[in-house]
């Protein structure tokens, strides 16, 4: 193991003694879940922690690293922190492939009970955005803390562990849902136990950027951090709120939540709403901030508009959960509330797209030339374009039309997979190569194939959900000229049946762009180094390269 | 003035309290009230709790993910009222650990499905929806039939209940297996204790058809069968105190 | 705890208004302070030339 030999012999002593902690909580969960599906989590964290013990013992004698190591940054859980985030994209998109087909061609569950809509629904949310997103937003984070504050991690143990932490709490919430273990909080699902780890990692990653900011070289934090801060900061604190709930005992998976009713209703979309906000966007936005200027070769066009957005954003956001709940039991000041800041959200919405696109003005030349640097700005267009609609769909009155149908599925789609998945490739592709140190990608001419599969990917998706959204929202309100409702449920399910085939379509283009993309990552890692073989690979020598410091 | 400036760039920390100010008023000051609410919105005295076979009912239709296509929460808006029934209020899922309102339909709303079918359609809408509805898109559910249902652990989930502010007796923690069983076996001795607890209104026959048995079937089609009605006021105001 | 509902109302109808836009004055003036432009400036410009390992001594 690679990894373990860039850890000093103390950092293996730790790791193999929280290994073993961590085993014998499995250990425990194991022994007191016996009758229960937690049983199952209990024995998944001991081969977990048996797996890793292992791991480290494998590499405990090799020689320790010296000094020089602190003369470079420590880019191992960068390095494995995106190689996790593609797989998890793999994986997450072809569950969100599968049950889009679900809803065309409802049996392809094959008769079992894991496989049915309910249960790999939430497998494809917590998949791309806890597993894709978040393993990319950890490991991007790690990178840009450390170059923009010109220091290095404070230790290597810690990162890694926050790393590999992150990817347990992923693969317990992921198997959960098939096991039928769920709180059922719309991205909050996994239980109190697997909730409870994820706190614990969360305040090391924390400790983390603290640490790293506090033995920052450069006097001012550059922004990007901020916003990679606010993600960690706010996303502990709702992460802790909404997850409030009384187990039914030490050996049971289930709990209850704390709140009932319309208090949990306010407290899970306060949640859900700054999940997007903080978690999809905050952090993301602290990656365009750092790759797209350095891709770009531009300093950002206005430092200053992405601090007034960044305090938008952080102030705006938190107020607006409450327009998912129009016209419910929720009273009506809090409905008002909601919407009138999620329309005044659109300002530093824009301002963060607006400073994104007018950075690359002078530099449109490369956007042109560059697949990697088009994704970014693509991301930022669908950035605008999806906080305009969330604004708009903020109003109550077109909210009773969107509301319940999959006009919302478009619209969070055109942001995770057009704004989302679009800068993370961006930030991905930039970064394998700088990080792996090698001259490009393995092939430019497939980044730009993925770019294609994306796009069309996007549009046939959202298009396909804008669509059966707005004509289902319709149907369900339409009355004939006797005054009574002019569709039955089942109308409406009808007519969305060509909708959900082609967002299934939608949905497996942009899982090719996906896998396209893992092959020429792993590709790029693989392949040693080339010292300029000419003619070997032309598209290679055609494309400009961008490199950090141009 | 501008030494507060200074500081907050400086120090990590200093941006750190700032976010968290920032970011924590804003819920604070939009979910704070919502905890005092009582004080405002309707009451309902004859509002009942689930019974123990109503709870697992919940808790697979949460295992199973309904909620993620179907909601429980009417709009105040007229076709719903007219598609689905009289809008949801806000008491009739005060005893909900967690709320299933629900953001989506896929399939329609379920706020007040509770009487709407026959046990033997849901039944047979389980096992097979597209036996009932050609055109569903649902997922089949056949094995909730022969799923012997767990009820050793009953007791513990109505304490967890009382625990977070459902007002279960402790009565009906310790009878909650047997009320389990007997609000699906109508010939059983057990049906006396079960109704004295929960009121003589209780449900109680075999949802599944098989009295013999307590399968998944009979909690999750007693559960779909309260829905909307463990309280009536919001099809009859005037039994509303508050108002 | 016997808080009133429509003192929870007022507090946040009144202070969150006012917090509002002092923040906003607070973020305006300290974004558009003449003498952080430098600093700003500095930073925006500051990632692009980076070399590949941590500055060392400066502290």
């Not at chain 1, 969360?202 to 993600?231: G, Q």
């Not at chain 3, 003498?35 to 500055?55: G, V």
Request: hydrophobic letters at 45%.
């Amino acid at each position: 193991m690679q990894v373990i030999a860039t850890l000093t012999r103390s950092e293996r002593q730790w790791a193999l003694i929280i290994l073993l902690v961590l085993f014998a909580l499995g250990l425990a969960l194991m022994a007191a879940g016996r009758n229960d599906p937690l049983a199952g989590h209990g024995a998944l964290v001991m081969i977990a922690a048996l797996a890793a013990i292992f791991a480290v013992i494998s590499g405990y004698f090799t020689p320790e690293p010296g000094d020089e190591r602190l003369d470079h940054y420590y880019d191992e859980p960068s390095k494995i922190g995106l190689v996790l985030a593609m797989a998890w994209a793999a994986v997450g998109m072809f569950f969100g492939v599968w049950v889009a087909a679900l809803l065309a061609w409802p049996d392809l569950t094959f008769d079992a009970g894991w496989a049915s809509f309910g249960r790999i629904r939430p497998v494809h949310t917590t998949g791309v955005i806890f597993g894709f997103g978040g393993n990319a937003l950890i490991a991007t984070s790690f990178y840009v803390m450390q170059r923009t504050s010109r220091a290095r991690l404070p230790d290597q143990l810690s990162p890694l562990f926050v790393l590999f932490g992150y990817n347990l709490f992923c693969l317990l919430a992921v198997s959960g849902y098939m096991m039928g273990i769920t709180q059922s909080k719309e991205y909050a699902e996994p239980e109190w136990y697997a909730d409870i780890w994820l706190v614990v990692v969360w305040v090391v990653y924390f400790v983390i950027y603290l640490r790293t900011l506090a033995r920052r070289n450069e006097p001012h934090i550059y922004v990007a951090n901020w916003y990679y801060l606010a993600f960690i900061l706010v996303v502990a604190m709702l992460h802790i709120v909404n997850n409030l709930a009384v187990p039914v005992s030490f050996g049971s998976a289930k709990s209850y939540s704390l709140f009932s009713g319309v208090q949990d209703a306010m407290t899970q979309w306060w949640y859900g709403h700054n999940a997007v906000a903080f978690f999809l966007t905050s952090g993301f936005l602290g990656m365009l901030y750092y790759y797209m200027p350095k891709r770009a070769g531009r300093p950002i066009y206005s430092y200053r508009m992405s601090i007034i957005s960044f305090w938008g954003i952080t102030f705006f956001y938190m107020w607006a959960g409450s327009h998912h709940l129009h016209y419910t039991a929720l009273p009506q000041w809090v409905q008002s509330l909601g919407m009138t800041f999620s329309i005044m959200l659109l300002i530093p919405s824009w301002v963060s797209a607006g400073n994104a696109l007018m950075t690359l003005n002078g530099a449109w030349h490369k956007v042109r030339d560059d697949a990697v640097l088009r994704f970014m700005m693509v991301a930022a267009v669908f950035y605008g374009l999806t906080t305009f609609e969330g604004s708009f769909m903020a109003i109550r009155t077109v909210n009773s039309l969107s509301h319940y149908t999959d006009w919302t599925i478009g619209h969070v789609h055109a942001g995770t997979l057009g704004w989302v998945s679009m800068i993370t490739f961006g930030a991905i592709y930039a970064s394998v190569p700088w990080l792996w140190k090698r001259p490009a990608m393995y092939s430019t001419q497939l980044v730009e194939t993925h770019f294609w599969f994306a796009i069309a990917g996007t549009i046939v998706y959202v298009f396909a959900m804008w669509n059966s959204g707005i004509i289902q929202g319709l149907m369900w309100r339409t009355y004939n000229d006797s005054g009574t409702l002019a569709y039955s449920f089942v109308d409406s399910l009808i007519a969305m049946h060509p909708y959900y085939i082609a967002r299934t379509v939608g949905g497996l283009l942009f899982l090719t762009g996906t896998l396209v993309g893992c092959y020429n990552v792993w590709m790029t890692i693989r392949t040693a180094p080339r010292t300029s073989t000419t003619g070997a690979e032309p598209a290679l020598a055609e494309q400009p390269l961008l490199q950090p410091g141009e | 003035m501008f030494g507060f400036h200074y500081r907050l760039e400086r120090k990590a920390i200093g941006l750190v309290l700032g976010i968290i100010f920032v970011a924590s008023i804003g819920g604070i000051f939009e979910i704070a009230p919502l905890f005092t609410i009582h004080q405002t919105v309707e009451d309902a005295p004859n509002m009942r709790v689930y019974t123990p076979l109503e709870l697992a009912g919940r808790n697979i239709y949460t295992r199973e993910g309904c909620y993620a296509c179907h909601s429980q929460m009417i709009r105040t808006l007229r076709d719903e009222v007219e598609r689905y029934g009289p809008y949801s209020l806000a008491v009739e899922s005060k005893y909900d650990h967690p709320m299933l309102w629900g953001s989506k339909r896929t399939g329609p709303d379920l706020a007040r499905i509770g009487g709407k079918y026959s046990d033997e359609w849901h039944v047979a809408h389980l096992i097979n929806p597209r036996d009932v509805v050609p055109e569903s898109i649902m997922p089949r559910y056949n094995w909730l039939s022969h799923t012997a249902l767990r009820t050793d652990d009953l007791s513990a989930h109505l304490r967890a209940q009382r625990a977070v502010g459902v007002p279960y007796t402790d009565e009906m923690i310790a009878n909650a297996a047997a009320d389990a069983a007997a609000q699906s076996a109508p010939e059983s001795p057990l049906v006396e204790g079960l109704t004295k607890r929960y009121g003589e209104a209780t449900t109680v026959r075999s949802f599944d058809g098989n009295p013999a048995e307590l399968t998944e079937m009979d909690a999750l089609i007693a559960y779909l069968q309260i829905l909307g009605r463990l309280t009536d006021v919001a099809t009859h105001p005037a039994s509303a105190a508050g108002e | 705890m016997t808080v009133e509902h429509d003192t929870l109302l007022w507090l946040s109808k009144s202070i969150g208004l006012f917090y509002l836009i002092g923040l906003s004055v607070a973020v305006m003036v300290y974004v558009y302070w003449p003498s952080n432009k430098k600093r700003f400036d500095r930073a925006a410009s500051a990632i692009l030339h980076d070399e590949d390992r941590p500055t060392e001594g400066v502290k």
